[in-house]
């Protein structure tokens, strides 16, 4: 998907949530345990329930590779299932790979040829050649780590290297290796103090935008220093959402949710 | 497994070799394409031949990823296969993972509770919150990404911050997560200049090498700078131990490249 592509369906649907799929075994309803694929199950169920009011669905490919290759059949079944009914969906894999040059080719292949997905996320650690592999894929995207929504990310992102931060430092190395075409960055959602800042360095690209809900992010003040001309954001709520309920009408809940605070977010929208 | 056990190993046969399990299927011999599974014949293959002369295994994920759930599958019955057959060596998952808090969590309960690998590769950018669920799995271990050896590894790990550089910073830092009986750090062969100050810092840790062979890193300058008073060395060699030969001797070839490294590490074990 493009960037124009992406642009129009935020439009369209007046919203820029992502919804995270943490599909966690031990917390969905247990009368979903009897399926031959619980995850799948629950997955589906909350895609078919938010997909009215989301722009994206973003896996984490931990809360699959807990269970195995049972868990990467699970994984490449829900985005199958995402690409076959709801083909405007944008679909980041939150894997936060990132490795030597070959091994990062092999990455990019995984993520984009066979799992399907739009966009995947990359760790920086290792600089520009272990990101450069995951470009150069038509209209496939790297959403890289800046500035992350955890406390951990005081520890070397906040570090500073000649009057920068660290993380600074990432987004204005990395955004001279790929245009707002192919790359995003991610900034949590707890660090909105630095967003001002962020859209100087960087107005044109499109933010990701974790942390909103469980781990106590503002999406109103992400929309109000966040936001470009284009949207340019990608707010992702996970467990706020899908865990609503953990009854029978848990995609029913997730609905709700979602559509609260695809609300919210219509009032950002011209 | 834990330190001692790791040491004894070393001592017993002389070695410090961890044999890169990078299986890709566009290079492997082109008679394995018939098997029903070609890469795990490819590695029992390879594990056979180069046991007697490994300490280490290391299967890198990205190559197993590529292949999805079948790759998956892949990677598991390798796993399972070195723990049946060869008890006493050493597994680590290079997977480079890091993430929040709890999905952290859920990678380390993948790679140990369910691959049942020793040890799994880290990344350091999101801090210690998404590093610290990694630790405390009895006789597991994690392995932090310092200095990488690819050339990426100037784009921010040598960054100077305050003296230090980040490398520097991440194994100040992280050492304090974590005692040297369940705690590695990657340095790469290629960076064995930075090895003496390493070792001032970190006296008792275990370094995994990777970057001899394919990526011209010095086995002989890695000992000679890297070693400490229980080895305290893993050197890494994936491509050129298993593809050398891709013919049907692939593995006789393999055992030779192995046995000749092990040859030449011995001179350096008490």
């Given at each position: 998907?493009?960037?124009?592509q992406?642009?129009?369906q ?9 919804v ?5 075994t ?11 694929d ?10 078919d329930?938010?997909a009215?009011?989301?722009?994206a ?17 699970s994984l490449?079944?829900?985005i199958?299932?995402?690409k076959?009914?709801?083909p405007?969906i ?6 936060k790979?990132?490795?030597?040059g070959?091994t990062?080719?092999?990455y ?9 997905s739009?966009?995947?996320?990359v760790a920086?650690?290792m ?9 150069g894929?038509?209209d496939?995207?790297?959403?890289l ?5 955890n ?9 500073e ?6 993380f600074e ?9 790929a ?5 995003m960055?991610?900034?949590?959602a707890?660090?909105t ?14 933010l990701?935008?974790?942390?909103i809900?469980?781990q106590?992010?503002d999406m109103?003040?992400?929309a109000?220093?966040g ?5 340019g954001?990608?707010?992702?709520s996970s467990?706020?959402?899908?865990y ?8 029913e ?6 559509e609260k605070?695809?609300?919210?977010m219509?009032?950002?929208i011209k």
């Amino acid at each position: 998907m493009n960037r124009t592509q992406l642009f129009e369906q935020i439009q369209r649907k007046k919203s820029f949530l992502c919804v995270g799929l943490d599909t966690d075994t031990r917390k969905i309803p247990a009368f979903l345990k009897a399926e031959s694929d619980p995850v799948f199950s629950f997955n589906k169920g909350i895609i078919d329930a938010t997909a009215p009011y989301a722009v994206a669905f973003k896996p984490n490919t931990a809360f699959y590779e807990i269970n195995g290759s049972a868990g990467w059949l699970s994984l490449e079944k829900t985005i199958s299932y995402i690409k076959e009914q709801y083909p405007e969906i944008f679909v980041i894999a939150d894997a936060k790979r990132g490795d030597i040059g070959n091994t990062s080719a092999a990455y990019a292949s995984a993520f984009f040829d066979h799992l399907q997905s739009d966009a995947v996320t990359v760790a920086p650690y290792m600089g520009k050649d272990s990101v450069s592999p995951f470009l150069g894929f038509k209209d496939k995207w790297v959403v890289l780590l800046a500035l992350t929504s955890n406390s951990g990310a005081d520890d070397f992102q906040q570090m500073e290297i000649n009057g920068n931060s660290l993380f600074e430092h990432v987004i204005d190395k990395a955004s001279g290796w790929a245009s707002p075409d192919e790359m995003m960055f991610v900034v949590g959602a707890t660090q909105t103090k630095f967003l001002t800042k962020i859209r100087q360095m960087i107005p044109d690209y499109f933010l990701l935008v974790p942390g909103i809900g469980a781990q106590g992010g503002d999406m109103e003040a992400v929309a109000k220093y966040g936001m470009n001309h284009q949207c340019g954001l990608l707010v992702n709520s996970s467990r706020g959402i899908i865990y609503a309920s953990s009854k029978t009408d848990f995609a029913e809940a997730a609905a709700r949710v979602a559509e609260k605070i695809q609300g919210a977010m219509a009032r950002f929208i011209k």
